[in-house]
C-alpha cells in the first residue's frame, strides 16, 4: 500500500532554515510526480510545491518562491523541501501528496514551527 512519511519538522526561529524528507513506499517512485502541502490552525491546506516525477520543480506557492527548494531523489524514494528564511507565516503541518490513478495519498505531516 502506499505510504508517505513526512520528517524533519521543528521549531526554528524567524530567518533559519529546516529540510523536511518524505520518505515513500507502495508505488513506484520515479513514476510520478510529488507535491508538498501545509496547514496552518484555522486555515485550509495550501499547496506549496509540486515536482515532476523526474525532479523537476514545477510549481510554488507565491509565497515561499525564492525561499523554498523542493527536489526528489528517485534512487532513495524521497522528496524534500528545504526551507530558508523562515517566517512565522510558514507555521503550519507540512504534508507531503501524491495523485496515483485520481487518488490522492496524504502522510500524517510534519509540524513546523517559526518563532522567537
Known amino acids: 500500500q502506499v505510504q508517505l512519511v513526512e520528517s524533519g519538522g521543528g521549531l526554528v526561529q524567524p530567518g533559519g532554515s529546516l529540510r523536511l524528507s518524505c520518505a515513500a513506499s507502495?508505488?513506484?517512485?520515479?513514476?510520478?510526480?510529488m507535491s508538498w502541502f501545509r496547514q496552518a490552525p484555522g486555515k485550509e491546506r495550501e499547496l506549496v510545491a509540486i515536482?515532476?516525477?523526474?525532479?523537476?520543480?514545477?510549481q510554488y506557492l507565491d509565497s515561499v518562491k525564492g525561499r523554498f527548494t523542493i527536489s526528489k531523489d528517485n534512487a532513495k524514494k524521497t522528496t524534500y523541501l528545504q526551507m530558508d528564511s523562515l517566517n512565522a507565516e510558514d507555521t503550519a503541518v507540512y504534508y507531503c501528496n501524491v495523485q496515483i490513478q485520481g487518488i490522492g495519498y496524504w502522510g500524517l505531516g510534519t509540524q513546523v514551527t517559526v518563532s522567537s
Open positions: 515536482i515532476s516525477n523526474v525532479g523537476n520543480p514545477v
Open positions: 507502495g508505488f513506484t517512485f520515479s513514476e510520478f510526480g
